[in-house]
């Protein structure tokens, strides 16, 4: 018989079984499934023990705890001790006070917690080569033995550059892209492998293939490499445990050994060059006898302090696609058409003489005459180069680049479609649960919502980047504050943004400016423009709304507290931003003529983020309890939304700058006197309206459009503006076949002619950020500004008759949230909700009649979990505890 009430889905700092953390306090959270309505939990029990029967050892028992909180519970036991695992479990009670059984039983496993802990050696390959020639791979390897029964065998493993990790000839993990891309001169990830199944007792094999990757190779426009230093260098530990108790440790030092690999260039940009002919056979392997091609490894000098365990989930090949189609040009080009524009790799095969040369180039679109076009991409190449070894069919794929596609060119072979009969797309990005879904009756809407979340997929390749394709798939800040509260439903990124904000904090200047993008590559006049800097505030803000998540704000209070001050010491009047350099309304449609810039004045635009993140950074305080400073900000912020009342808007309470950003942004950030803030709204209606439904807002103005519509009154305008199919608007792109979101919004011109090709990504998320008003506005999802991280719900649909149903669901960290409304039966309307349980929600049935309402059939006084319902003015107010729900009334 199923329990009533059962704990599932126990995560130790977001994660299932994390395997290497260096968190001292980890949290634990869980959800509740029950098969009633309205259920909360009253209590709960958390175990924690170094065994996992919990016999003996229990390092933490909180015994029955009264509380309704079952996120982010944070451990409180006896010291942790590195390189161990804790197996724990919960039990809950609801506010019955019956009680679940245990939960089944969780683990997670420290790794190393102080730096003396490393006793490994940094080493690196000191190969012959001719200056200015590609560096090839270095290959490392030793061998060990394995005397008696193992027990347990972990390796703790990073790299200065890229590297991959084997034992005995296999994969160490399925992760890529490692140890991922931070600071590297203050913040340098390790990872941890379980490799226990993979030894054996005997003689045994380790195996490392080093890459330039974002370390050394080439970055940004400029054509920077070595940013963070010039040699390649693996660290590596095995531990080893063994049955009778004895331990061993084997480290990377002078005994292992170095040799070029096959692989003679890899860089992120440019694709990777694979001799076939060079590959080692068995090198991998403990039987391998090593050749005069082999010398000696190099101990480097560098630091073990800046080392931390993993933070982030890791990069993974996720999925892989079947091309739709191989075509030939019409200059005679052979190209097969994956159907999707994706980010990672092609696999193929291919049987052809030893030396045969074949290239696969990379491209997102085709060019009007339907030929193979890389103009957008500047200098980055994107070309695989595979040599062939011959004798035998031949499987190719690269190991340590990434590109952005969905068109490939095949050359090499008289006939080319041999190798494109074989090709797959592997798509890789940083390994994040899928959260949330949107479905509506409007098929191009369908066709965004999945173009938003491939942006998504993308550019989450281990930090947020503006584009995949091009010389620069940089961290830029104001595309991540833009886009991270859609990016938020769509996957779980609370980790994600965690480790890239920890980033932020360590390249911040002295001065509390923040780089344009992050990690910080570019030069040091790249700093802190308003709405990017800003990204030190916004983002940590929302991952608190959608997680509930007060230690990140913790963390990066110091963080916000120094952009804050920033901003304050840099106007010429202390209250207004006013000097600088600023992208403004990047890319917004009224620019002048060979301008980026928006029509929008910078100095309203940076004023206006200086006020809206002082006002989150005074509410993050008061929620730090950190009054001091709660009360010093919120004065600032007063003195500022002052100070930019005098200066852009006029006494009679017109807004100076007749632009949709401007009046966006204002009214978003409460800028304007409440009896200013109408006639602000209906301006910005009018000139959307006289521009006939269309926009002229770029990345700043864009995600907040919407939003200051429909909290004005002007819904209407929102969803002409949303489902709009001329240009410019997000369905246009849909309508020329886009299968992410464009960088412009007229990345292909009507012609099929492009945009420039010095800045025309077909891969860029920015204007995705409309995914936010499709799931709280139309959907109507949402989470309360006080009880955050949708402890407590908000449902509030929007129907509209140029739809006749949509649907949102979320995976919240509480369990799933769906809400769906449906007018398809004449003139009934359906709204079908589920919140989980140990949450609640505020409903709204818009156009409600109470007496029509019906819950399943039954009146509301008789549906079990309606707490209360109440007629307004527009409709029915509902308080519902957890459970599903299907309402109906009359239209």
Request: charged share 20%.
């Amino acid at each position: 018989m199923t329990q009533p009430l059962q704990v599932m889905d126990l995560r130790c700092e977001y994660k299932h079984n994390p395997l290497g953390t260096d968190v001292m306090q980890p949290r634990i959270s869980w959800k509740i499934e029950a098969s009633k309505r309205d259920v909360a939990q009253s209590a709960y029990r958390i175990q924690a023990a170094t065994d996992a029967s919990f016999a003996t050892s229990i390092v933490w028992d909180t015994g029955k705890h009264a509380s309704d909180q079952s996120l982010h519970i944070e451990y409180g036991g006896t010291t942790l001790q590195s390189r161990t695992r804790y197996y724990y479990r919960v039990q809950a009670w609801d506010q019955n006070d019956s009680a679940s059984d245990w939960s089944e039983t969780a683990f997670w496993e420290t790794a190393l917690f102080n730096p003396s802990e490393w006793t490994a050696e940094w080493i690196t390959a000191n190969l012959p080569r001719e200056e200015g020639d590609p560096e090839p791979n270095h290959q490392l390897r030793r061998t060990f033995t394995i005397q008696g029964e193992l027990v347990s065998a972990r390796i703790y493993a990073t790299s200065l550059g890229l590297y991959k990790l084997y034992v005995n000839g296999a994969d160490a993990d399925d992760a890529l892209f490692t140890p991922g891309w931070t600071s590297y001169n203050k913040r340098l990830q390790y990872q941890t492998y379980d490799v226990t199944s993979l030894l054996k007792e005997g003689i045994n094999a380790l195996g490392v293939q080093l890459a330039n990757g974002w370390y050394k190779g080439n970055l940004g426009w400029a054509y920077q490499t070595d940013i963070y230093g010039k040699d390649r260098a693996a660290l590596l530990q095995l531990h080893l445990t063994y049955a009778d108790g004895r331990s061993e440790i084997v480290a990377t030092d002078s005994s292992w050994s170095a040799a070029a690999g096959p692989i003679l260039m890899s860089e992120i940009y440019h694709g990777e060059t694979y001799d076939a002919r060079l590959e080692t056979d068995g090198w991998l392997l403990a039987s391998y006898e090593e050749t005069s091609d082999w010398s000696k490894a190099v101990t480097l000098e560098h630091s073990k302090e800046i080392l931390i365990a993993q933070e982030n989930m890791p990069v993974r090949a996720i999925q892989e696609i079947k091309p739709i189609r191989t075509l030939t040009t019409p200059i005679g080009e052979t190209v097969v058409d994956l159907g999707q524009n994706m980010v990672g790799w092609v696999r193929f095969s291919v049987e052809a003489p030893a030396g045969t040369v074949i290239t696969i180039q990379h491209a997102e679109v085709l060019d009007k005459e339907g030929n193979f076009y890389t103009g957008n991409l500047r200098k980055a190449k994107q070309l695989i180069t595979y040599i062939c070894r011959g004798g035998a069919v031949e499987i190719y794929e690269p190991t340590f680049t990434f590109q952005g596609f969905r068109y490939v060119k095949i050359e090499g072979l008289a006939n080319n479609e041999s190798i494109a009969s074989s090709l797959v797309g592997v798509v890789i990005h940083t390994d994040l649960e899928e959260t949330g879904t949107f479905h509506s009756s409007n098929e191009l809407l369908n066709q965004l919502q999945r173009n938003i979340v491939w942006g998504q997929k993308g550019n989450f390749l281990d930090v947020p980047t503006d584009c995949p394709q091009r010389d620069e798939r940089l961290g830029w800040t104001g595309d991540a504050q833009v886009f991270i509260r859609t990016s938020a439903f769509i996957m779980n990124v609370a980790p994600f943004f965690s480790k890239w904000l920890r980033d932020l904090e360590a390249d911040q200047l002295p001065n509390g400016g923040v780089p344009y993008v992050i990690p910080q590559v570019l030069d040091e006049k790249s700093h802190s423009s308003a709405a990017w800097g800003d990204a030190a505030v916004i983002c940590p803000w929302t991952l608190y709304e959608c997680y509930g998540d007060t230690r990140i704000l913790e963390v990066q209070y110091n963080s916000m507290k120094a952009w804050i001050d920033y901003m304050h010491a840099q106007g010429d009047d202390e209250f207004l931003w006013n000097t600088g350099f600023h992208f403004g309304d990047w890319l917004g449609l009224d620019a002048k003529e060979d301008s980026y810039i928006g029509a929008t004045p910078k100095d309203l635009i940076a004023t206006a983020y200086f006020a809206y993140s002082t006002h989150l950074f005074a509410k993050i305080a008061a929620i730090l309890n950190r009054q001091d400073d709660a009360a010093v900000y919120s004065e600032l912020h007063r003195n500022v939304v002052d100070h930019f009342r005098k200066e852009f808007v006029t006494p009679n309470g017109r807004l100076a700058a007749p632009t949709q950003t401007a009046h966006a942004l204002a009214l978003t950030f409460d800028l304007l006197e409440e009896k200013d803030r109408k006639r602000a709204a209906d301006t910005l209606a009018a000139y959307i309206t006289e521009n006939k439904d269309k926009l002229t807002t770029g990345f700043v103005g864009t995600p907040y459009l919407c939003h200051a519509l429909t909290r004005y009154g002007h819904i209407d305008v929102a969803f002409k503006l949303v489902l709009q199919e001329e240009y410019p608007s997000w369905l246009y792109s849909v309508l020329q076949g886009a299968t992410t979101i464009w960088e412009h919004w007229d990345g292909i011109k009507p012609d099929g002619s492009f945009w420039s090709d010095n800045m025309n990504s077909f891969n860029h998320y920015a204007y995705g950020s409309v995914g936010d008003w499709l799931y709280r506005t139309v959907a109507g999802i949402d989470t309360d500004d006080q009880r955050t991280g949708y402890k407590r719900i908000h449902i509030r649909p929007n129907l509209t008759p140029a739809l006749t149903h949509a649907k949102a669901s979320y995976q919240s960290m509480y369990g799933e949230i769906s809400a769906g409304w449906d007018t398809r039966t004449e003139g009934s309307i359906s709204i079908s909700i589920t919140i989980p349980a140990n949450t609640d929600a505020a409903v709204y049935l818009p156009g409600a009649k109470l007496s029509s309402v019906r819950e399943n059939g039954s009146e509301l006084h008789h549906a079990a979990g309606v707490r209360q319902f109440t007629q307004t003015e527009q409709g029915v107010a509902l308080e519902l505890g957890s459970g599903q729900y299907n309402f109906t009334y009359s239209a």
